[in-house]
Protein backbone atom coordinates (compact mmCIF):
# COMPACT_ATOMS: atom_id res chain seq x y z
CA UNK A 1 0.00 0.00 0.00
CA UNK A 2 1.30 3.43 -0.67
CA UNK A 3 2.33 5.83 1.58
CA UNK A 4 -0.17 8.76 2.76
CA UNK A 5 0.54 12.18 1.89
CA UNK A 6 2.01 14.09 5.01
CA UNK A 7 -0.35 16.22 6.94
CA UNK A 8 1.54 19.84 5.74
CA UNK A 9 1.34 18.40 1.97
CA UNK A 10 -2.17 18.17 2.69
CA UNK A 11 -2.71 21.45 4.06
CA UNK A 12 -0.64 23.50 1.24
CA UNK A 13 -2.60 21.98 -1.15
CA UNK A 14 -5.95 22.91 0.90
CA UNK A 15 -4.58 26.34 1.18
CA UNK A 16 -3.76 26.56 -2.27
CA UNK A 17 -7.49 25.87 -3.46
CA UNK A 18 -9.64 27.32 -0.57
CA UNK A 19 -7.50 30.48 -0.05
CA UNK A 20 -5.51 31.36 -3.33
CA UNK A 21 -9.16 30.72 -5.29
CA UNK A 22 -6.76 27.47 -7.39
CA UNK A 23 -8.97 25.00 -9.42
CA UNK A 24 -8.55 21.63 -7.82
CA UNK A 25 -7.37 20.29 -11.31
CA UNK A 26 -5.17 23.57 -11.47
CA UNK A 27 -3.51 22.28 -8.07
CA UNK A 28 -3.73 18.36 -9.23
CA UNK A 29 -1.16 19.89 -11.95
CA UNK A 30 0.68 22.28 -9.89
CA UNK A 31 1.07 19.45 -7.06
CA UNK A 32 1.46 16.45 -9.14
CA UNK A 33 -1.31 14.47 -7.79
CA UNK A 34 -4.44 13.08 -9.23
CA UNK A 35 -7.48 15.18 -9.10
CA UNK A 36 -9.58 12.42 -7.63
CA UNK A 37 -7.07 12.40 -4.43
CA UNK A 38 -8.19 16.18 -3.90
CA UNK A 39 -11.67 15.64 -4.02
CA UNK A 40 -11.46 12.25 -1.57
CA UNK A 41 -9.46 15.16 0.88
CA UNK A 42 -12.44 18.08 0.07
CA UNK A 43 -15.18 15.06 1.14
CA UNK A 44 -13.30 14.19 4.26
CA UNK A 45 -12.66 17.63 5.20
CA UNK A 46 -16.52 18.42 4.85
CA UNK A 47 -17.60 15.44 6.64
CA UNK A 48 -14.90 15.55 9.70
CA UNK A 49 -13.48 19.07 10.07
CA UNK A 50 -10.33 17.52 8.90
CA UNK A 51 -8.53 16.31 6.30
CA UNK A 52 -5.96 13.82 8.38
CA UNK A 53 -5.45 10.34 6.85
CA UNK A 54 -7.62 7.49 8.12
CA UNK A 55 -5.37 5.46 10.59
CA UNK A 56 -4.35 2.48 9.04
CA UNK A 57 -5.49 -0.94 10.80
CA UNK A 58 -3.22 -4.12 10.64
CA UNK A 59 -5.33 -7.27 11.38
CA UNK A 60 -4.48 -8.93 14.23
CA UNK A 61 -1.83 -11.70 14.36
CA UNK A 62 -2.85 -15.13 15.40
CA UNK A 63 -0.30 -17.86 16.07
CA UNK A 64 -1.30 -21.21 15.07
CA UNK A 65 -0.50 -22.98 18.74
CA UNK A 66 -3.19 -23.07 21.04
CA UNK A 67 -1.71 -25.03 23.35
CA UNK A 68 1.21 -24.05 24.81
CA UNK A 69 1.78 -26.85 27.36
CA UNK A 70 1.57 -29.15 24.48
CA UNK A 71 3.82 -27.85 22.09
CA UNK A 72 6.56 -27.23 24.82
CA UNK A 73 6.41 -31.19 25.62
CA UNK A 74 6.03 -32.16 21.86
CA UNK A 75 9.90 -30.08 21.34
CA UNK A 76 11.25 -31.88 24.40
CA UNK A 77 10.48 -35.14 23.29
CA UNK A 78 12.08 -33.82 19.27
CA UNK A 79 14.93 -33.06 21.69
CA UNK A 80 15.31 -36.61 23.16
CA UNK A 81 14.29 -38.39 19.88
CA UNK A 82 17.07 -36.21 18.07
CA UNK A 83 19.83 -37.03 20.77
CA UNK A 84 18.88 -40.45 20.81
CA UNK A 85 19.44 -40.95 16.87
CA UNK A 86 23.07 -39.49 17.20
Known amino acids: MAKAYSEDFR???MQAI???G???SEASQLF???RNTINLWC???AATGDI???PRQTP???GKITDWEKFGLCRK???VRRLNFL
Open 18 to 20: EMD
Open 32 to 34: NIS
Open 52 to 54: LPK
Open 60 to 62: PVR
Open 43 to 45: RRK
Open 22 to 24: LKK
Open 77 to 79: NDK
Open 11 to 13: RKV
